[in-house]
T-cell receptor, first 113, second 116 residues
Framework: GQQVMQIPQYQHVQEGEDFTTYCNSSTTLSNIQWYKQRPGGHPVFLIQLVKSGEVKKQKRLTFQFGEAKKNSSLHITATQTTDVGTYFCAGPFNAGNNRKLIWGLGTSLAVNP | KAGVTQTPRYLIKTRGQQVTLSCSPISGHRSVSWYQQTPGQGLQFLFEYFSETQRNKGNFPGRFSGRQFSNSRSEMNVSTLELGDSALYLC???????????????FGEGSRLTVL
């Protein structure tokens, strides 16, 4: 069925180290979105990627969308304690006239100061 | 501009009861979608409403239903509650929703439901 796999499930880093989370879809996506959820909080939109091979940067965060539009990654350079949280990717899947947003299970990032 | 407001924030119910959750989207947003979040299953899409019509639907049983009013406020109802329905229920509003590639979602704080 339609699914979005996200790895790793957990990542524990020292402050200043880099971090990457990967997202793989079972089918080609029209777009992919990334969200961050702080502990006890709600998901907050980070970015949307639409084009094949797209790369977008937000300060220390770099987002990539694969050429086949089936995978994506989020890379954080020199993590800080403010980066702590769970990072989710989500993509729309069409089944006839019905469109569902399928989410990865998320990567929980812990940062040691 | 006010964000997405969900009420109630916390509630406890017993098996067999029913519950109604409310979501007020950002002013001007016509799309409201609902999600169930649990530790084991992550975020799962329930349904999306746009201009009072259910436009898209996830894979949940008919016990889960919703509606949207003319002011875009939305309600979600779960009938005959089961223990497994314990979860954080999130609603999200967006300008255009899932139909387009510009559907950035703005989430509310969620309603945490515990079923005993």
């Amino acid at each position: 069925g339609q699914q979005v796999m996200q790895i790793p499930q957990y990542q524990h880093v020292q402050e200043g180290e880099d971090f990457t989370t990967y997202c793989n879809s079972s089918t080609t996506l029209s777009n992919i979105q990334w969200y961050k959820q702080r502990p006890g909080g709600h998901p907050v939109f980070l970015i949307q990627l639409v084009k094949s091979g797209e790369v977008k940067k937000q300060k220390r965060l770099t987002f990539q969308f694969g050429e086949a539009k089936k995978n994506s990654s989020l890379h954080i350079t020199a993590t800080q304690t403010t980066d702590v949280g769970t990072y989710f990717c989500a993509g729309p899947f069409n089944a006839g006239n019905n469109r569902k947003l399928i989410w990865g299970l998320g990567t929980s990032l812990a940062v040691n100061p | 501009k006010a964000g997405v407001t969900q009420t109630p924030r916390y509630l406890i119910k017993t098996r067999g009861q029913q519950v109604t959750l409310s979501c007020s989207p950002i002013s001007g947003h016509r799309s409201v979608s609902w999600y169930q979040q649990t530790p084991g299953q992550g975020l799962q899409f329930l349904f999306e409403y746009f201009s009072e019509t259910q436009r898209n639907k996830g894979n949940f049983p008919g016990r889960f239903s919703g509606r949207q009013f003319s002011n875009s406020r939305s309600e979600m109802n779960v009938s005959t509650l089961e223990l497994g329905d314990s979860a954080l229920y999130l609603c999200a509003s967006s300008l255009t929703g899932l139909a387009t590639n510009t559907g950035e979602l703005f989430f509310g704080e969620g309603s945490r439901l515990t079923v005993l």
